[in-house]
C-alpha cells in the first residue's frame, strides 16, 4: 500500500520520502499469495464489495503502464480465478455466500462479478489436469486474477523512484512530533521533518498511531505457505489457496491463525497445507516441497479498509487487499492527501466507526 500510494503521490507532483524499516519475509508486502481478487470481499458491505470490483477492473491499465514505466513484468493473469470447494457441505456454504453477494449487489442495482461452477466446468477450466475425487465444484469470477507480488512491489518502487520519489530501507520511525506546521519523526537514521504524514505500515501502524494518541482496531493474522519445486506448467487458472507461479512453482496456503507476532511454520499446519492440496491435485504427491515461511496478514474488526484523516495533515491507510487495490490506492488516494475533497468510493471507511 505504502509504495502504490506513495508512487501516486509523486505522480501528482508531490516531493515525497518513503521510509521502510524492514524488509524481512514476514512483511505482508512479500509475503502475499498475489491475488487480484473481488469475488470474496465486501460480504455486508457494498462500498468494500464495489471498491474492489473497481479495483481488479483497473488493475490491467494500471499494470500496462507500469510496466512500460519500469521494464518489469510483473506476471499479472486477469480474466479467471476460482474457488474451490471439497464435498457437498463446503459447496453449499460456499454457495450460500456467492447469493448473498448477489443479492447485495441487485439491491443496488448493480451485478456481482462470480458465479457458481460444478465439477464438470471445474475440469474444464483446469484443463486435462486430473482433480481429486472430492472436488464439488467452487466459485468462478471472470475479472479475478493474480500476480507476481514480489515484482510488483519492485516496480512500484522502481517508477516511484523515477519520478523523483526518495527511499530510505531499513528506516524505523521512534517518534513522531508536531511542532507548528509540521511533524518531526525521530528515526533510526536521524530526524526528519515533513509537512504531511501518510501512516501505510500495515500493522506498523498500531505503533506509529499510538505515537499520535489514536488507537487503530488492526490485529495480525497468520498464514503459512508452502512452495514446491518448479514443474511444467499444468494449472492454468489462479485459485484461492494454491496457484502455480510464473516460474513453475506451486504455492499453497490456506490457513488461518491467531497466534499474534509469531511466525514461525509448523508441521502439522503443513500436514494440514498437504492434505488439502492432494485432495485437489493429486498428482502433487509426486512434487517436492522445497520451501515454506509464515506471514502476517493486517485485518481490521470488521475486514474493511481504513482511509482516514487522523491528524492536521496524517493520513492512515489500512487494508487486508492492498494486492487487489493497488491500482485504487494509487490513483484514488493522493489527490485527497494533497487536499482535495475525500473521494466517493471511500468516504465510509474511517476511524470513527470502531468508536475509538
Not at 493474480?146 to 528506516?171: E, I, M, T
Not at 501502524?205 to 511444467?232: C, H, W, Y
Request: charged share 20%; net charge positive; proline share 3%.
Amino acid at each position: 500500500m505504502g509504495a502504490a500510494v506513495a508512487l501516486g503521490l509523486v505522480k501528482s507532483g508531490a516531493r515525497v520520502l518513503m521510509v521502510d524499516k524492514t524488509s524481512t519475509l514476514h512483511r505482508a508486502s512479500r509475503a502475499n499469495f498475489g491475488l487480484v481478487w473481488s469475488q470474496s470481499k465486501g460480504l455486508g458491505n457494498r462500498d468494500y464489495s464495489r471498491l474492489s470490483v473497481q479495483a481488479v477492473r483497473s488493475f490491467d491499465t494500471f499494470a500496462g503502464w507500469l510496466e512500460q514505466e519500469s521494464g518489469i513484468d510483473i506476471e499479472l493473469r486477469l480474466g479467471a480465478g476460482l474457488v474451490l470447494s471439497l464435498g457437498a457441505a463446503e459447496l453449499a456454504t460456499r454457495q450460500k455466500l456467492i447469493d448473498q453477494l448477489h443479492r447485495e449487489a441487485e439491491q443496488s442495482g448493480e451485478r456481482h462479478p462470480s458465479r457458481m461452477v460444478d465439477r464438470a466446468e471445474v475440469q474444464a477450466l483446469v484443463g486435462a489436469t486430473s482433480l481429486g475425487e472430492n472436488v464439488a465444484g467452487g466459485s468462478f469470477s471472470d475479472i479475478d486474477g493474480d500476480v507476481n507480488p514480489l515484482l510488483l512491489l519492485r516496480a512500484l518502487r522502481k517508477v516511484f523512484a523515477s519520478y523523483g520519489g526518495h527511499f530510505r530501507q531499513g528506516c524505523a520511525v521512534k517518534g513522531i512530533l508536531r511542532t507548528g506546521g509540521a511533524y518531526v519523526l525521530a528515526t533510526t537514521q536521524g530526524r526528519l521533518t515533513a509537512p504531511g504524514l501518510v501512516l501505510a505500515a500495515g500493522l506498523g501502524n498500531i505503533e506509529l498511531a499510538g505515537m499520535v494518541g489514536k488507537t487503530v482496531p488492526l490485529k495480525p493474522e497468520k498464514g503459512q505457505l508452502l512452495v514446491t519445486e518448479r514443474v511444467a506448467p499444468f494449472l492454468p487458472v489462479p485459485m484461492s489457496g494454491i496457484r502455480q507461479t510464473g516460474n513453475g512453482s506451486v504455492m499453497i496456503g490456506y490457513t488461518n491463525e491467531d497466534t499474534g507476532f509469531e511466525v514461525s511454520t509448523t508441521a502439522s499446519a503443513a500436514r494440514r497445507l498437504s492434505r488439502r492440496a492432494l485432495e485437489i491435485f493429486p498428482g502433487l504427491g509426486r512434487v517436492r516441497v522445497v520451501r515454506s515461511w509464515g506471514g502476517l496478514r493486517l485485518l481490521t474488526r470488521d475486514g474493511v479498509p481504513i482511509y482516514d484523516k487522523i491528524d492536521e495533515n496524517i493520513y492512515l491507510l489500512a487494508t487486508h487487499s492492498a494486492v487487489t487495490l493497488a491500482a485504487m490506492h494509487a490513483s484514488l488516494l493522493p489527490d485527497w492527501i494533497l487536499g482535495a475533497a475525500k473521494p466517493d468510493e471511500i468516504q465510509h471507511f474511517n476511524l470513527a466507526r470502531f468508536h475509538v
